[in-house]
């Protein structure tokens, strides 16, 4: 059976990689990509790399026939992308893969993002994309909210361990190291490869980064009770690849089996055995992400790494196998792809 | 319909690419693969990325049962592949991914290579491997030699030209940049990250690499008369991707036509508009080729640039396009993978 | 003694490269330094790497007393460079960094530039940069116009061949390649990290990059005679450095003689052994030039490959050197700092 | 007044850093370079990056004659170097760059090292040489143990809150990035550039890597008592430069004044205003170490984030620091080069 997917915002980088992954999806068909400001161009003008695919021209989304699309993946910027899917039919799927509709509370996102949700009454309805732990409730969702990529890769090194209460939940750590990909493809000093590659530095440090808004929802949710953590993020030069470091109290075994059995059966998720350590180039351009538990010298310390693709299951894979869920297609078609390694 | 193959050399490069690629391809099975020093490690231990996939333990060579093998892909290095094979059983079906078959005479290759052919009468068994040009020979083939990923690219660029008769034929200059991951996993300091980042440099200048041989006898070939071009390598920071800028004598417009109409039956090659230029970025990771064409501003000169993924179409996805049409599956099976990008 | 100097476009790459290298030159004082639209800012505040270091505050260009300045380095972009160099002092000795006064002939600037010289009274003072090949010139000059990186690269290895009368001059070609920061700091898609890293590709192919009214201008001027040459840049994922590979007709040992006896007084210009090949990591960060000479297997054809930093001695260190001999310093005066490697 | 220099060791990067600063030190001559298994090669053979440069050949260290020699770098491998300074002159100056003379206790040295020393009495002597918190005992040293780098940066960011007793002891946290040069030029898989670059990954993590027995014993004496931290590095693509995430327990603004008032005398360690993030650009190729603070939205909790170049402060330029103080130069003497970016 196939679904006619639009993608909405295709001039990007998750918007490349929806199209990139749905290329190879046995049961979907792309019908239409938006593009606001390059609507009329054909997208291998814009992705060359694209252009062995016959996919349709670049349009605005008011140009786009709703009624023959099964589902819509919304890969624009944050704000916008409220404004966008309040105004799309209201039985239209949606996976959005912004931030707008991650945070349940109206107050919690006037806080991360600075002023009032446009679209409150459409947030209520939004499911979180944590595909793993929102299963059935994505199943049967309307519209799913893909997570931040760095929230996603640090709530699954931690996330099992705060359900099987084998942490301290005042003295989470995390550190992460993240690649450039994630910041887009929008024109920043910042960005450009001259100031990026052969160096790094951290960002967003001290509690400021909006992906916490996702863990304190998440965390808070999962532990019955708030929860705070630390988090500092850096940028690398790498394109592609999240690593986060994840510094816990409790007993390093507990912490290895607990991530063990609640990972068992999960197609995407690797636990490695006890002591060794991922990288972030063993799930490059893939969906799996690879998690490695170590006990510290100190007594009562563990330190958790996980690893995953920004940019395949940090956003656009996530929303596949989120768009699978929905369509009631196989969880795991279209995003079996191995890493690409070296 | 299931092919069981078996990849010899799994512990490299190619090997692993091979393995990539075969776990989303329909029709085959890995059945056995070897790796001489790392018998008894399972695959993940030694590719990480590979983790998910269940493969069976590396061997050694002599430990497969090849009677249950339909194809062997041999990723071993020079001069061993040659002894390897002259081992096998003379019916199996062989895709060797070594220089070791592709210089059909005796000589040429002693010349390049510096020492007699140890397995003359199978070298003379071996179609080379350039699928587009040797289509029908592969096909019925028991032995094809893999080409070197260089001399993919130079050809690609080239060989249209000189059958169509559009340029001259002593004049052609092959200035060609090079990934690192051509050079294998073998320790040298020149392949450090410390040593190879941040920089660039030209290597066998002048006329002593060794896929010269190889563009020396299909060039020839194909002028039905001696062609002898310049070619120089350069190693460029970067993991995949090679690029071949060709300066040749001739009318760009009949340059870019012959290029043209060519490749325009070939699902793989993708000639660009005149005057567009192809990025190594936008074929990484997949079977594909981007050719551009343009003229110089002295009347009667044409630049040619080729790109490929040196892992793949210039070796690992090239053997199993060449297997597909040996065993009678669809040519194309397993290799639509879109490239990755960023 | 000590020279007041002013870096008039500060902000960008050239401009604190400049600053880099005055930093530890014995004779040279920061006095003023301009960045219009970041006026008023501290130099550390743009470029943290030089916070060490006591300079004034950025100004606009009109808030500079050109009276208590010796010597002013002029970094602005080009077509701006020849309208703020028409307003400064008649008597007040510049270094022009931008491309505004390489070519001498106004038809020749507005054939390759695309619009008529804003100052043409000024283009005709102007002594061209080439340290080496104008250094009488330079020392009584008032305005020096730095030649562009890669016209440098390509000087270096081509211009004693044709003045020695080694090599045929209808057949020369160019195939450079070029690190990033040479495109400058300038918000472009085509620049980003994500877009440029682990990848190549070429531009402005086929006679259309600028640098080529150089080599006309140049070449023609050392040779007597018409000399066009091919020209293809490639962008390479490296920060730093040039490298030109050059294939000329010639005897390559007399090539390479006419390089070693050319370069042999020459401070910052290594001639390599015949048959050696330059790297770029050996010269990042430094004045220095390494060349290189190889003979081709096809009788009288040789490739020499030049390296350079494009940053020092093709823009910044080179205006320095320029700016030694016009202010009666010894000319390497703050450019013997080693490159940087690895 | 000028001092003969030796450096024993100089074929690996930090010998080869010792060389590059030395080149342009006022009043360092080098005198003598070794290298055991390339003796009787030319150093710009071995780092062609040094061939502008007038150096000895390359010896043997036994054909060195040490009665010329005012001060000798050893930059040889780990456990080499304790054998190696045992058998030189007892009188000689030695500024070591290997982890041997690092932990003053035998017993530290076993545990981390996991042999016992072989130069026990020389053990003793040594002064630890992180400069600015040992100027006075490295005056009047014999020989200088250089630290680690990743020991260095995690020391600068946390020495002085440890001092001024601004933080907890018992929940310091290091998270450190390093870059590639720091494992050397050794034939490593791990360190080639296809295994290296686009990715990352932690190592030595849980409390096992070497530079905790530094941490140890000079957190514990700056204490007073235990401190233990938790640290664990991880690998960068980059090529140069550290940066140590530091987590620690205190109040943000107090951890910022007790650091900006240590160094405030200091000329390479530069605080940046409360809230400002450091780079490792920014620091690349000198001596300069930059620091920032920032609170956690968490009260009472700071992070502090240290960079250096692990070559130039972390190891040859510390190096040259401490030896400019045993023979009574200017302590900045030839460290004064700018960072080089980018």
Chains 1, 2, 3, 4 share one sequence.
């Not at 940090?314 to 078609?333: D, V």
């Amino acid at each position: 059976m196939t679904h006619k997917i639009a993608v909405l915002g295709a001039s990007g980088y998750t918007g490349a990689e929806l199209v990139r992954l749905i290329a190879t999806h046995p049961e979907f068909e792309i019908a239409a990509l938006s593009a606001d400001r390059k609507a009329g161009m054909e997208m291998s003008e814009v992705f060359p790399f694209l252009r062995h695919l016959r996919l349709p021209r670049l349009q605005k989304i008011e140009e786009i026939d709703f009624d023959t699309i099964d589902l819509a993946f919304c890969a624009l910027p944050h704000a916008t992308s409220q404004e966008v899917i309040a105004a799309l039919p209201r039985d239209l799927r949606i996976v959005d893969l912004s931030a707008d509709f991650r945070l349940r509370e109206a107050a919690a996102y006037q806080k991360w993002y600075g002023k009032p949700h446009a679209a409150p009454e459409i947030q209520a309805e939004a499911v979180y994309g944590l595909t793993e732990f929102y299963r059935d409730e994505i199943r049967s969702a309307r519209l799913v909210a893909g997570t931040g990529c760095n929230a996603a890769t640090g709530q699954y090194a931690i996330r099992p361990l705060i359900e099987a209460g084998v942490i301290d939940l005042d003295t989470i750590v995390i550190d992460l190291k993240a690649g450039v990909s994630g910041a887009g493809r929008s024109l920043k000093e910042s960005l450009l490869h001259a100031e990026l590659s052969e160096g790094t530095h951290s960002y967003s440090a001290g509690g400021t980064h909006r992906h916490l808004g996702e863990f304190d929802q998440e965390f808070t949710k999962a532990a019955g009770r708030p929860v705070m953590v630390q988090f500092t993020p850096h940028l690398l030069p790498m394109n592609r690849g999240i690593l986060a470091t994840v510094y816990v109290k409790g007993d390093p075994r507990a912490v290895h089996r607990a991530l063990a059995e609640r990972y068992a059966p999960e197609t995407f998720l690797e636990v490695l055995p006890f002591g060794a350590l991922p990288s972030t180039r063993d799930v490059r351009g893939s969906n799996f992400v690879h998690i490695g538990v170590v006990g510290d010298r100190i007594p009562g310390r563990a330190v958790v790494v996980a690893v995953l693709d920004n940019l395949t299951k940090g956003s656009s894979g996530q929303a596949i196998q989120n768009a699978n869920l929905m369509l009631g297609a196989e969880e795991t078609a279209g995003l079996m792809l191995a890493p690409v390694f070296p």
